[in-house]
Structure formats: structure tokens, C-alpha cells
């Protein structure tokens, strides 16, 4: 019989864990609607179809690189579909599909929710800071 140690069992549990997160469905499409350009494209996309250059004029921050990257990765997600129409220059358009649209409540409602509690969340903020800073400065006291 092959004993293991607490560290090896610990470690084992460790990496079922991270494979189990690795894995699971929910936790794959919280990493793509978490990702804030995410959020900002899907309300940039809800009223009509956009031209790639009007999501980048339109999305205050976001660089041509991480636009790019981000409708890639709604369109294999199923949540953009892209046109192009070939002209000069190529002209691509971007617009929700279905499953995009059926999103855009979710992300209402989380905005809704960070409107009325955002100033919750800055107090918890200053305190915790504040908190941290006492600590700090009583830290270097004692040392």
C-alpha cells in the first residue's frame, strides 16, 4: 500500500481542483463575460451592427489589438457574427447574434446592481484601505 504525505495529498487536491475549474462550463463563459471589453462590445453591438473602426471610436480605452482580440473571441463564442464586405478598403461589420442579445439582460442586470451599491463598495474600500494602513504604520512602529 502506497502512503502519501499531507503535502502530496494537499497538492493532489490542489490540482483536481484547478482542473475541475479548468473545466467547468460556467467558470469558461465567466472568464469571456467577466473580460470588461466583453461587457462594453455587447452594449457597443445592442442597438444595431457596427464597423469595426466605429467599436474602436466607441469604446473609449480599448487598443485595436484587444478589440480584435475580443470580437475573435465573442464570435467563436457564438456571441457576434462578422460580415465582410469586400470593397476598397474591406469594410467588416460586426453585430450581435441571438445568443449575444439573450446576454445583454445579465449584463443589465449587473450594471443595475453596481449602480445602487457602488457606494457600498467604496466605503468597504476606504476602510479596508484604511484598515491596511493603520496596520502598516503600527508595523513599522514595533519593527
Request: hydrophobic content about 35%; overall charge positive; aromatic content about 6%.
Given at each position: 500500500?502506497?502512503?502519501?504525505?499531507?503535502?502530496?495529498?494537499?497538492?493532489?487536491?490542489?490540482?483536481?481542483?484547478?482542473?475541475?475549474?479548468?473545466?467547468?462550463?460556467?467558470?469558461?463563459?465567466?472568464?469571456?463575460?467577466?473580460?470588461?471589453w466583453t461587457c462594453l462590445l455587447l452594449r457597443a453591438l445592442s442597438d444595431e451592427e457596427q464597423r469595426y473602426s466605429d467599436l474602436l471610436r466607441r469604446v473609449p480605452g480599448?487598443?485595436?489589438?484587444?478589440?480584435?482580440?475580443?470580437?475573435?473571441?465573442?464570435?467563436?463564442?457564438?456571441?457576434?457574427?462578422?460580415?465582410i464586405t469586400p470593397s476598397v478598403p474591406i469594410r467588416v461589420d460586426y453585430e450581435l447574434t441571438e445568443l449575444g442579445h439573450s446576454l445583454l439582460p445579465v449584463v443589465d442586470v449587473i450594471s443595475a446592481w453596481a449602480s445602487v451599491h457602488m457606494s457600498e463598495v467604496n466605503q468597504a474600500r476606504e476602510a479596508y484601505d484604511d484598515a491596511l494602513q493603520e496596520n502598516l504604520e503600527e508595523d513599522l512602529r514595533s519593527a
Open positions: 500500500m502506497v502512503t502519501r504525505t499531507a503535502l502530496e495529498r494537499r497538492e493532489q487536491a490542489r490540482f483536481a481542483f484547478e482542473k475541475w475549474l479548468a473545466d467547468c462550463p460556467g467558470r469558461q463563459l465567466l472568464d469571456r463575460i467577466g473580460d470588461r480599448v487598443s485595436q489589438k484587444m478589440l480584435t482580440q475580443t470580437l475573435r473571441s465573442m464570435e467563436r463564442d457564438g456571441l457576434v457574427s462578422r460580415r
